[in-house]
Structure formats: structure tokens, C-alpha cells
């Protein structure tokens, strides 16, 4: 008989949740409660492979008793709370929020946020012509990937993969402070000259598309990517006896990248260089 491992059972906490009642496992988060019940919230810095940042705050809701708006990727549901997700604070903080990111950084590439923009009635103009931009041009120093940080949020996502969350090589970091703080490598090097390893883990977290592969942005600048045509094939790395699951998405019958799910208990969305980028062998012509 084969032992099937089980998790330590958790204890149910129970809540109210926009007037109704809600029972999660302990220790989870307002966001999944939401989640659980079907309810859209917004996120941009959250991801279901890092720890929170807390770093856009699209995701806030309204806590019974509490001073501030709550992260609801990171507050943990505790017995007796009482939350709401659709309150007016916490819409107007929404959208005050989506108008600060869409008027200071390209948002053309981010999922939904043209949707969200427009739900919560955002107008990112009301700023005037004057509100200060990011303006940096792409980034095109490989083959791999192009950093584009005109649509940099500064979420961290990138920070924390290439971090100490995941590859542990701390190629990149956050320099400078205020609206000059930005994504950099050690001593804002060029990207073939620092640590980096190409292992694209940062592409895979990134949430806006700053950080892209280089054929998808060859492909966007050409007005060629068609996600709505892309096919989706899981198969296995065979560079290693690791086993890594791959997720080739093909549009006209070639490879465009390749990603991992990240509920894979073995790569959690991780990959290395060859794992990720090793594809172009397949349909070399020369």
C-alpha cells in the first residue's frame, strides 16, 4: 500500500465577508476568502508563487474597526472580522490608485487594466500633460528578454524572484528613492555584464510586461502576437533528470515561449535558461 502524505489539518476561522459568512483554513489571507467565494479583486503585486508586498495596493478592502484600508493579499482572515470589499473607500482608493500607475507608466501590456480602468471610471489625464513620466526606452541587450521599465511598477515581483524567495542570485535590486526609484542590476550595469543567469524567472513573474521575451516583443512590435491564437502544449524539460513541466504556447505552428505552471511541485513556475529559452533550437532554420 503506497502512504499518501497529508498536510497538517488546519482550523476553520470564521468571518463576515460583505455580510455573509465565510469559513477559510487558518492562516489564509482576505484575498483567498474572496477567491473562494468568487469575488474579483483587483492585484498587480501579488503572486501565487512569492510572499506579499503590499506593493501596488489595487487589492485594498475595508476592515471593520480598522484605521487604514487593509492589503487583502496579505491580511490574514481572523475569526470575527468583519470585511468589506466594495465599500466607497475602498473604491475611490482603487481608483485614485490605477489614475497614480496610468499616468506614470505605460499600462498597454498589463491583463485587465484597461478593464479595470474603466470600471472604476479612472482618468489618468486628470493630471494634465505635466505629470511626471517614466519615458525610458526599451532595454534590447540579448536575445532572451527585453526590459521595458516605461510599464515598471515597481512591484518587487522581479526583486523577490531573482531573490532570495527563489534563484538566489541577486542580479537585480530597487536603486534610488522616491519617483527615481527604479529596477537595476549591480551598479546599473549592462544586463550581460552583472550576475544574471537567464534563467527568465523575473519574465515569468513580471505583471505588466516590462520584462517580456525578446520574441514576444519582436512580435508585438511587428503587430504579430495573438494570445487569442496561441495554443498551449505541457510537456517535459529534457535537458535534465530534474523533470521540469513546460508550457509551450505556439502561434503559427512555432514556439513564441515557454513558461511553467506554477502549481508544479517540483519548478513552481521556475525555470532555468535552458528550461525557458532552450527552445529556439527546435525551429532553427539554419
Same mark, same amino acid.
Given at each position: /500500500? ?5 498536510? !497538517? ?11 455573509? %459568512? +465565510? ?11 474572496? *477567491? ?6 483587483? &492585484? ?8 506579499? #508586498?503590499?506593493? =501596488? ?5 475595508? !476592515? ?16 470575527? /472580522? ?16 490605477? %489614475?497614480?500607475? +496610468? ?10 487594466? $484597461? ?10 489625464? *486628470? ?23 516605461? #510599464? ?18 541577486? $542580479? ?16 546599473? +550595469?549592462?544586463? &550581460? ?25 519582436? /512580435?508585438?512590435? +511587428? ?27 505556439? @502561434?503559427?505552428?512555432?514556439?513564441? #515561449? ?8 517540483? &519548478?513552481?513556475?521556475?525555470? =532555468? ?6 527552445? @529556439?533550437?527546435? @525551429?532553427?532554420?539554419?
Amino acid at each position: /500500500m503506497t502512504a499518501i502524505p497529508l498536510g !497538517v489539518p488546519r482550523r476553520l476561522v470564521e468571518f463576515t465577508l460583505d455580510g455573509r %459568512e +465565510a469559513r477559510v483554513p487558518e492562516g489564509s489571507t482576505i484575498l483567498d476568502a474572496c *477567491r473562494a467565494a468568487g469575488k474579483d479583486i483587483l &492585484t498587480l503585486c501579488q503572486g501565487d508563487t512569492l510572499a506579499p #508586498k503590499n506593493a =501596488c495596493r489595487v487589492c485594498v478592502v475595508e !476592515v471593520e474597526g480598522a484605521r487604514t484600508l487593509a492589503p487583502a493579499c496579505s491580511r490574514k482572515a481572523e475569526a470575527g /472580522m468583519e470585511v468589506r470589499t466594495d465599500t466607497e473607500r475602498a473604491r475611490h482608493s482603487r481608483k485614485v490608485v490605477l %489614475e497614480l500607475l +496610468a499616468s506614470s507608466v505605460n499600462l498597454s501590456t498589463t491583463p485587465r487594466a $484597461a478593464e479595470w480602468i474603466k470600471e472604476y471610471e479612472a482618468k489618468p489625464d *486628470r493630471f494634465g500633460p505635466d505629470a511626471a513620466r517614466v519615458d525610458e526606452e526599451p532595454r534590447v541587450d540579448n536575445d532572451l528578454y527585453v526590459r521595458d521599465y516605461d #510599464k515598471c511598477i515597481l512591484c518587487y515581483k522581479c526583486v523577490d524572484a531573482c531573490g532570495d524567495q527563489w534563484q538566489n542570485t541577486f $542580479a537585480i535590486s530597487v536603486v534610488g528613492r522616491g519617483f527615481d526609484a527604479r529596477i537595476a542590476v549591480e551598479h546599473d +550595469a549592462p544586463l &550581460t555584464d552583472s550576475a544574471c543567469v537567464y534563467c527568465g524567472n523575473c519574465v515569468e513573474v513580471c505583471p505588466t510586461g516590462a520584462l517580456s521575451f525578446k520574441s514576444e516583443f519582436d /512580435m508585438r512590435a +511587428a503587430g504579430t502576437w495573438n494570445e487569442a491564437e496561441q495554443t498551449e502544449t505541457t510537456t517535459v524539460c529534457a535537458y535534465c533528470g530534474v523533470g521540469c513541466n513546460l508550457t509551450l504556447h505556439v @502561434q503559427d505552428n512555432e514556439i513564441v #515561449k515557454v513558461t511553467s505552471p506554477h502549481d508544479n511541485p517540483v &519548478t513552481h513556475g521556475n525555470l =532555468c535558461i535552458k528550461g525557458r529559452f532552450g527552445y @529556439q533550437h527546435v @525551429q532553427n532554420r539554419d
